[in-house]
C-alpha cells in the first residue's frame, strides 16, 4: 500500500512525523493533474514553473555558460577559416589570372557562423541545459554543413568562370 492509498488514521499509527496540517492533505485529483491550475492542459505548459503568480523561465547557470563558450570557440574557428578564405582567395585567383571572384558564397561563409550561433542562443533562451546544448549543437552542424556547401559553391563558381 503506497502513501497515497493509506487513510490519515493508517498514517498516524504508522509514526508518521508529518506536521499536523499535512496528514490529512490528499494527492491532486487525476482531474486536476491532467490540467495545470489555470486551465492548461499539459499539452501546453513548458519548461517554466510558477512561483507564487511568478513566471520562473530556466536560468542560465555555469554549465551553460561552458558549453556555450566551447561551442562558441568552434563556431569561432569556423568563421575565421571563412574570414582567411575571404581575404586570401582573391589575391590568389587574380594572381593565376581569374579575374571574376565569387563574392556572394565569401560573404555568407563569414556571416553565417555569427548568425547561427546568436539565433541558437535566442531560441535557447528559457529552455533546460540540455535542450540549450543540443540547440548549438545543432546550430553547429548546420554552420559545417553550410561551410562545405559554400566551399564547394566558392570552386564552382572559380571553374564556371
Do not use: K
Not at 5 to 32: Q, V, W
Not at 84 to 104: C, H, R
Not at 109 to 138: E, M, N, T
Amino acid at each position: 500500500m503506497t502513501r497515497d492509498e493509506t487513510t490519515p488514521a493508517d498514517r498516524d499509527e504508522a509514526g508518521d512525523d508529518l506536521p499536523e496540517e499535512l496528514r490529512d492533505a490528499m494527492p491532486f485529483d487525476d482531474d486536476d493533474a491532467a490540467d495545470g491550475a489555470d486551465g492548461a492542459t499539459t499539452d501546453d505548459v513548458e519548461h517554466e514553473a510558477e512561483i507564487d503568480g511568478t513566471l520562473v523561465r530556466s536560468r542560465f547557470g555555469v554549465a551553460d555558460l561552458i558549453v556555450a563558450i566551447v561551442i562558441g570557440f568552434l563556431f569561432l574557428a569556423s568563421g575565421y577559416a571563412a574570414l582567411g578564405n575571404l581575404v586570401g582567395l582573391p589575391p590568389y585567383l587574380e594572381a593565376i589570372g581569374i579575374a571574376s571572384i565569387p563574392w556572394a558564397p565569401l560573404v555568407v561563409a563569414v556571416v553565417a557562423p555569427v548568425v547561427l550561433f546568436v539565433a541558437a542562443i535566442l531560441v535557447g533562451r528559457g529552455r533546460p541545459s540540455f535542450d540549450r546544448a543540443l540547440i548549438l549543437i545543432v546550430a553547429l552542424a548546420l554552420n559545417a554543413a553550410l561551410g562545405q556547401s559554400l566551399d564547394w559553391f566558392t570552386l564552382a563558381g572559380v571553374q564556371l568562370n
